[in-house]
């Protein structure tokens, strides 16, 4: 976890070794009192991904 100002990026440990990496709000964060190792569920909700490159 890495927490900012306003924003927290958390990344998540998957089984196989793969993660995957949200950013929360800070509030969010506090209310899901997110600790280091503490088991949670991830729910995907976006219908697009985007990437880019230079």
Do not use: F, H, N, Y
């Not at 976890?1 to 089984?15: A, H, I, N």
């Amino acid at each position: 976890m890495k927490p900012g100002s306003v924003m927290t990026v958390v990344t998540v440990q998957l089984d196989g070794g793969q993660s995957v990496v949200a950013s929360i709000t800070k509030d969010a964060a506090q209310e899901l009192e997110l600790e280091v190792g503490k088991p949670v569920t991830v729910l995907v909700k976006s219908t697009e991904v985007m990437l880019g490159v230079e």
